[in-house]
């Protein structure tokens, strides 16, 4: 009887210990969460779960009360797995991450497979996430919850998915993950964030054919850094509505519609991005003002490279637009641009325009390189006060290779034009008090500068040759000023050095030129059809040379044959002018040699202190053309200033070659450096002793996208090359 009682005894310690252990249990699922919870490999109890989404539903009910882990076994998990307004998560950290390696939650269809709303400070690391299907759905979802972190995650969303969206976030970051899509759908995107602010996408690629990479609407001051995005989508990089933007080492490669979409977003900065492939536009850009471009390449863009609408104040550093665009650069209603370091190369299409202005007032160009075919190179109507410095256009034109319409206080200064067109400057349609001086014209053109219903434009300091028909035509112009011009025709008839049509008024001059007709016949220096254009005295201290059998003047039907002939015209013209072989310099390079009559025979012009290659002037009696006399000068009349002194032609899309041209004056050893899209070195080449051309074999690069450096510092020179 004694032992039963005690037994009894027993079985009601043990039945106790067990309630006190029920009740130990549920207070501690009910106590906020603290500490590292297992996920699919701990064994029972309140310290490990089975499942992710078992996980997230407990955080959900318990709250924090610490920094939580959640390490997870490698398996496939079913989702959903949402987090709704985590008690706490101000104040703590959570994590999901693998145990050891990589584990998987896929959606199952649902919506998102992993969903994070009003819920902080949450980090995603090292997963993959599958399984969404449908428009609006995505892999992993972040919504009103600041301070998340998606790190080194896979993310693969089929059919109209995407991959990450985050919604009214602040403080987000992606960090070395990847996104794939399977379906050019509407509403796929790789990467959608929408109100969010302060977020970073950094190290990251999207790969497939989803129909935007990155899309960002709304919100403000966000980055994306060294991502990459290739897809056959609508558009690879997107932002609306998002002042303060920042994309920097950005590549985008595949036949998208638009590499880069930017609209209605003030204070954006582009740096070092590459946009290859795309089909109708590189760069798109609208109401955008006072954005900032460094180091951005554009290439194989089948029909515009960067155009930039209704944005005032951009600014482009190292621009680079390469192979085949219908537009290379379009600046329309875009005033007051900055366009430094532009190049236009490889543009082979009699209708294509390689810097296109359209209500662009006050836009400056320096430094920019444009090559190719085209119909016309720089195109610029209503875009008064631009300033192209120190341009070069190289190539052929269908029509003119430089035009300007309805553009007043434009300047050209200075710029090298060596085409086969038409004309190589035009003006017109009420484009006033504009100046083209320092410009060397060469190459095979009718005309070298065309100028009609123009009033006070000045050509000063220039060297005009290789045209056929006039090399200076002033149509309907009024008070045109010619100083200190270099005019040299061809051995052919019927041209003009200067042809003054249908002239408004007697108040054109022409001082301080040399206009040496070597044709024929009717060919004459000074030309003119209708109104005399000159008041007395305002043609005078010229060279006006006529060796070829042709004349000095012609006005109407009135041929003036020598310098004698055209002083006793009514007006007496040319009191003081030369009519002499103005003895250039043996090569044919139009500087003066020492014992040129144009030497000391000029006038001094007040503003034009300096001569095509800026050496300065004499006060009292300068040289007449556009060079003045400096011993030892044998080079081509150049345009003066830091000219790239290496180039790149040529791609090695088919030969695996590119042809180097060298500067005069180089010695010594010239690194070539290849750069990859990713920023990295891949190749560097050194050449001993550099020959004025020298071919660089890239066949051994492996297929893809890469920027060629050759030489030091500013001098260097840029090509991007396409190795396939």
């Not at 790789?190 to 919100?219: M, P």
């Amino acid at each position: 009887m004694s032992h039963l009682v005690v037994g009894g005894r027993a079985a009601r310690s043990a039945g106790c210990a067990m309630i006190v252990c029920a009740l130990l249990a549920a207070v501690a699922s009910s106590q906020p969460m603290s500490g590292i919870y297992p996920i699919g490999s701990g064994g029972p109890g309140v310290d490990s779960f089975a499942t992710v989404q078992a996980a997230a539903n407990a955080l959900n009910a318990r709250g924090l009360g610490g920094n939580v882990e959640f390490p997870i076994a490698q398996f496939v998990y079913s989702g959903p797995v949402a987090l709704r307004s985590v008690a706490g998560s101000r104040n703590y950290t959570t994590r999901f991450l693998p145990k050891s390696t990589g584990a998987t939650i896929d959606a199952g269809g649902a919506r998102y497979a992993f969903s994070v709303e009003s819920t902080h400070n949450v980090t995603v690391q090292n997963l993959r996430f599958q399984g969404v299907r449908d428009t609006g759905s995505a892999c992993i979802r972040f919504a009103d919850s600041d301070s998340g972190l998606v790190w080194t995650c896979r993310m693969v969303s089929d059919s109209a998915a995407t991959g990450l969206r985050v919604d009214r976030a602040l403080n987000f970051r992606l960090d070395s993950s990847r996104v794939q899509g399977a379906m050019r759908a509407s509403g796929s995107r790789g990467i959608d964030f929408r109100d969010c602010r302060f977020t970073w996408v950094y190290r990251c690629s999207i790969l497939g054919t989803l129909n935007t990479g990155i899309s960002i609407v709304g919100g403000n001051d966000n980055v994306t850094m060294m991502t990459g995005i290739k897809t056959a989508s609508d558009t690879g990089y997107r932002v609306v509505n998002s002042p303060r933007m920042a994309v920097d080492n950005l590549a985008v490669h595949g036949r998208t519609d638009y590499g880069l979409h930017i609209l209605n977003t003030p204070l954006v900065c582009i740096d070092s991005t590459l946009i290859y492939g795309t089909n109708k536009q590189a760069v798109y850009i609208e109401s955008c003002d006072s954005l900032n471009s460094t180091a951005l390449m554009m290439a194989g863009t089948a029909e515009r490279g960067a155009r930039v609408i209704r944005s005032r104040g951009c600014n482009f550093m190292r621009l680079t637009i390469q192979s085949g665009p219908v537009r290379g650069l379009e600046l329309d209603h875009s005033p007051n641009c900055l366009v430094d370091s532009l190049q236009v190369v490889n543009v082979d299409s009699d209708t294509a325009i390689g810097v296109l202005l359209d209500s662009a007032p006050g836009s400056v160009f320096r430094w920019a390189m444009i090559y190719g075919s085209y119909g016309t190179a720089v195109s610029a109507s209503q875009s008064s006060g631009s300033r192209f410095v120190h341009a070069r256009v190289h190539g052929a034109a269908a029509d003119a290779a430089i035009s300007f319409l309805q553009s007043s206080g434009v300047r050209v200064s200075p710029c090298s034009l060596i085409c086969d067109a038409p004309v190589s400057v035009a003006l017109g349609d009420s484009c006033n008090d504009d100046t083209l001086t320092r410009m060397t014209v060469l190459g095979t053109t009718e005309k070298g500068i065309v100028a009609a219903d123009c009033r006070g434009l000045v050509v000063a300091n220039n060297c005009l040759r290789g045209w056929t028909r006039s090399g200076i035509e002033l149509v309907h112009a009024q008070s045109p000023r010619i100083y200190y011009n270099t005019i040299v025709g061809p051995e052919s008839a019927g041209y003009a050095g200067v042809y003054f049509f249908a002239a408004e008024g007697t108040g054109a001059e022409a001082k301080d030129n040399i206009v040496w007709n070597r044709g024929l016949g009717s060919s004459a220096c000074f030309r003119v059809d209708g109104p005399f254009p000159f008041a007395p005295g305002a043609s005078d201290y010229n060279d006006l040379y006529a060796s070829g059998g042709g004349s000095v003047a012609r006005v109407n039907d009135t041929v003036f044959a020598g310098l004698a002939q055209w002083r006793a015209h009514p007006a007496a013209p040319d009191p003081h002018s030369l009519s002499r072989d103005p003895l250039f310099v043996p090569g044919d390079n139009y500087h003066l040699a020492a014992a040129s009559p144009c030497r000391d025979s000029g006038i001094p012009i007040a503003g034009f202190l300096y001569d095509l290659e800026l050496d300065q002037r004499d006060a009292l009696s300068p040289d007449i053309g556009a060079d003045e006399y400096t011993p030892g000068a044998v080079s081509e009349a150049q345009p003066a200033g830091r000219l790239p002194r290496f180039e790149l032609h040529g791609t090695p899309a088919s030969r695996g070659c590119a042809t180097l041209v060298v500067g005069p004056g180089i010695s010594g050893r010239l690194d070539v450096t290849v750069i990859g899209v990713d920023g990295r070195t891949v190749l560097k080449l050194g050449i001993p002793n550099p020959a004025p051309q020298e071919r660089i074999d890239l066949k051994g690069l492996p297929t893809g996208v890469y920027l060629v450096r050759v030489g030091p510092g500013r001098a260097a020179a840029f090509k991007l090359v396409v190795q396939r």
